[in-house]
């Protein structure tokens, strides 16, 4: 019987449906006797409390035929004064009129239960008098309030949008008052929002977490900007970089290894779950590959973060204005159209920990990037900032305490006084073609994660060319002092290493990194693509070495995932026999022309996911391969121009799938998919797709998802969502773009 408040925010925009599936709910009629349905557009508070006046009082009474005649008078007098005397009706009078209006209201919802549903509420005022109106207690009634207002002052204005938005899946929210008026204003319950959010993810780690990880964790997305998609891999890196989850990690038992990355996966899935942070894309195998907190808790969010100090933002015309805080933890430059028509003014602290750049197209941003004064950073992104050149690579390898270093395309080489960052954990070059790194990179002590495309500097890699060691007793000299190093790092990289990620290398002509795969021992995920200088002649025995060692990993430390990415497309993939020997990956994935599939992969024993890409091979050639898998697979995706003759069927390798991609040039019409049992998502995307006869969607009895081609003919589109309707399911057919 305490008043209360329950928020719960997202549905994605269906507010109101869901708001009218729990009215006209049988069970929800039997525990309420009373109940009224009220739209709040155009209407006033008095008009909104009238209307459930009348929707409550079924058979009207004397006393209110009475109470509405007086009303009628009421509005008539008032709009008779104020004709004649240019004066309202006097104050008293009408609150006179509100005051029987609210005694009527709580004498009758006093009788029994009630449930009282005020939807598509847009003013501020109408929603803080609301949740403040006297509601009659200990009876146990609720009001549910759907609402789409945004406050008028955001902290974050990027892309100078305007303040008020049009409502959308983001922006909309569902609110539930407790039955006693609690006044909590509309700014309040935003707070609320967030204050729920963390006692809900206190309520899933443990009563005995610390309250100030989890809201640390939810602030963060403030150094984002208003609809960012935060991409989820790079988001869990900078959380463990700014060591916010070290409480969370000091609590996992000693006995159980689990990787720091694991556990900050796991909460921010349960933000997720939960509603708190809302998903935004989802990667072919299920998994959430983008987020953002909806945009009402967003605004919030920055707002707290602000107050709270938890970081400076740089939003719109702030980014024009003079800076005075003396302490800055964390600095984010969110894009501002303005910004591009004047110089900024940074923030030139000593205690700076986290940097991030979200530069406006047109703007010059290279005043920003002097790091003289900022020997505390820990992280920093600019990846997206083309300003960075070669000179401030060298400044930002004085920044002796960075873990987390995001770089952009304008970058093509890293220094080899990259050595002097010992605390680098994450260098992110993701968005450059080939960048080529010194071994020094390699021999950083808690480097875990290196992302981009790399090739080892040459003047790293002994050419042992008998051509070349006839050049002279220096070249000889040389060749020797290399190999001494290579094998120096080698030893490096098996005794000391805590490399996990390399995603990925450029084979090239096979020496360099290649050479050093099979000593790098703690990798668990690996991508590599073959150039033009990878051909028949390349000596690739030491990369077949490494990837033999790297699948046999698991083998040595069950309960960890393996995956292996190898694009040679173009060029040879004579050292692909590799895959035959006994091994154990979690996620393959092959692209380029294969001659055969089998037996590649028969023999990985544990592979979950699968993916071929232009391997060139038929449906039916593919069919084959698959038929001698001897592992249980969850995931396949298949990039081919011809899948003819493709059978996936509830048996052997398939009897586990729970997800399928398919993405062809020509028709897939010839394919067949049935009896599925744990089949939860189908995608079909081909702008040719027919009607699919082998696939008969009614047997595949536990699917939720059908994705097809955006450009797929209507026809074909409506014939899916046709044949969804007699399934078991709430069957969903989503349209699908190929990037």
Known sequence: MNAKVICAIGFGGQNTDLARRVYEKNEVRRQFGQRAWVSAVGRTVDDVLTEILRQLERRPGLGMLILSWLLSILCFLQGLLLKVFGTEMPVASRSGASSGIDHQLRSLLSKERYL?????????????????????????????????????????ICDNDPPLLVPDSITSCLVLVGEVGTGMSYKETCSALCDAAVARMQCFVGSDYERIVVEDMLLYFSMFPLHHHVRRNPLIRRWLAEGLLVHAIQKVPENVYRFPQEVAAEHLDILIGQNIVKSIKKSNNGKVTRCQPPGMVFNHICARAVIDNFNTLLCGPSQNETFQEAYVRRFSLHPYMAAANGGLNVPDVHCLHTMVVFPTAGAQYGAILNFDNHKLLRVLDLKECADVTANHVLKICDLLLLKYLSLGSSIKEVPSEIRRLQQLETLDMSTSAVVTVSSNLLKLPRLKHLLGKFRLSRVDCPDENPSMMKKGAKKVKKVLKLKDELSKLKDFLRDNSVLETLAGIVIGNGMGFPQLLSDMGKLRKVKMWCDSMTNESTDLTGLKEGIKVF??????????????????????????????????????????????????????????????SWTNLSGAAIQIGLSNLRC???????????????????????VSLERICLVGMQSLEEIIIQDLRKLVSLHLLCPALGALPGIQIRKLQNLNEVGLHSQVDGDIKRGWEDAAVGHNRKLSIVSIGIQ
């Open 632 to 654: 249980q697979l969850k995931f396949l995706k298949l990039v081919e121009n011809n899948l003819v003759g493709l059978a996936i069927q509830d048996k052997d390798a398939f």
């Open 551 to 612: 699948t046999s990993h698991r083998i040595r430390t069950p309960n960890v995932d393996y995956s292996l990415s190898v694009d040679f497309s173009g060029s040879s993939q004579s050292f692909l026999d590799c895959l035959e020997d006994p091994g154990m990956l979690t996620s393959l994935k092959l692209r380029g022309n294969l001659t055969r599939f089998r037996p590649v992969a028969a023999r990985l024993v544990s592979l979950q996911e699968l993916c071929l």
């Open 116 to 156: 009282i549903v005020i939807h598509d509420v847009t003013k501020e005022e109408v929603y803080n008098k609301i949740c403040a109106f006297p509601w009659a207690n200990r009876v146990g009634g609720r009001i549910i309030v759907t609402t789409d207002i945004q406050s008028a002052v955001r902290p974050c």
